[in-house]
């Protein structure tokens, strides 16, 4: 027949429970030591060898239960020594962070088995400053002033998702390049620009030089082009073409694109300013209203109205 009686326990002694240490080569076993003076119905001492059925809850009542393990135990004169975990240890994973509570049970499944009520496994006096480590209180959670074991992921690193927010949102990419392992990107400066870093001010100045001045044209017999072989604009001030900087015949209409050479451009001759002289015959393919040259068939200087030659004296 089951029955429920009072456990009398004169002494309890809880011995510090290290989890997760090494001493040496040998790892720190996960139990420890449980004594009190257990009375039959009668209350007589039991003694003699008993078997002992320990079970850990979460709870007063109810509740998870955590481990049962069972046990051969020595009773004199109703005094008993339990090495608590000594069947197959605690749980890795529990960290005694709360309360524990045991339920034994005497020769269980027999015709005098008795289960004792739950009594909750108490702390050692100095057990009681591992709660904090120089005096600075251990959480299970973030709190301001506490420590508190910080979650690794699997890739070695902290999670984001436990890190504060941070003030501005960080730099992913930069014209969609994004930076390397170590968060960097560089920026290289290509010919005639410079780069000056600021860390004070966290800015990167990047300036550029002038292109070169041309002062003097060497007459050759190549193109002056630009970068990439594109052409090169030149600009010419007001004033600054005159008939002594060319030779006769050096310029024709194939040299300019249309409209891009205006009187403006010329320095006023007093002595005579020469114009496109040739036959009938060779008069322009697609001529442009306004054109005047000298037809050496006819002797006389001609312009085009934008439909039809005609002389002008």
């Known amino acids: 027949m089951k029955s ?11 011995i510090t429970l290290m989890v997760g240490a090494s001493i040496g080569l040998a790892q720190v076993p996960r139990l420890f030591s449980y004594q009190g003076l257990m009375l039959d119905k009668n209350q007589q001492s039991v003694t003699g060898d008993h078997i002992i059925e ?5 709870a007063t009542s109810a509740g998870t239960m955590m481990l049962d393990e069972t046990q051969q135990v ?14 197959s240890g605690f749980p890795t994973n529990y960290l005694f962070s709360s309360g524990v509570w045991i339920e034994i049970t005497l020769d269980p499944g027999s015709s005098n088995e008795w289960v004792f009520p739950r009594l909750i496994i108490l702390s050692a006096p100095y057990a009681l400053n591992t ?17 508190w074991p910080v979650p690794i992921g699997g890739n070695g690193r902290i999670a984001a998702s436990i890190l504060p927010a941070p003030d501005a949102p960080p730099v992913i990419s930069l014209n969609t390049v994004s930076p390397d392992a170590s968060g960097a990107i560089s920026l290289l400066a290509g010919n005639g620009i410079a780069l000056t ?19 003097t044209l060497v007459a050759t017999f190549s193109y002056l082009t630009g970068v990439g072989g594109n052409d090169i604009g030149l600009f010419v001030g007001t004033g600054y073409l005159t008939n002594s900087l060319f030779a006769t015949g050096t310029i024709t ?10 009187s403006s451009r010329f ?14 015959a060779q008069h322009p393919a697609i001529p442009v209203q306004g054109t005047i040259r000298f037809n050496t068939d006819t002797g006389k200087f001609e312009g085009y109205d934008g439909t039809a030659w005609s002389n002008l004296n």
């Open 4 to 14: 429920t009686f009072p456990l009398r326990v004169v002494a309890t002694v809880a």
């Open 54 to 58: 320990v079970k850990y809850y979460d």
């Open 74 to 87: 020595h009773f004199h004169n109703g005094i008993f020594d339990l090495n608590l975990g000594f069947s």
């Open 131 to 147: 709660e904090r480590v120089n005096g600075i209180e251990v959480m299970n959670h973030p709190v301001n002033g506490a420590l």
């Open 197 to 215: 870093p600021n860390a004070s001010t966290h800015t990167i100045k990047i300036a550029g030089s002038k292109p070169p001045v041309i002062d």
């Open 253 to 262: 209409d194939n040299n300019f694109a249309l409209g891009s050479i205006t």
């Open 267 to 280: 320095a006023p001759n007093t002595s005579a300013t020469m114009v496109a002289v040739g036959t009938t």
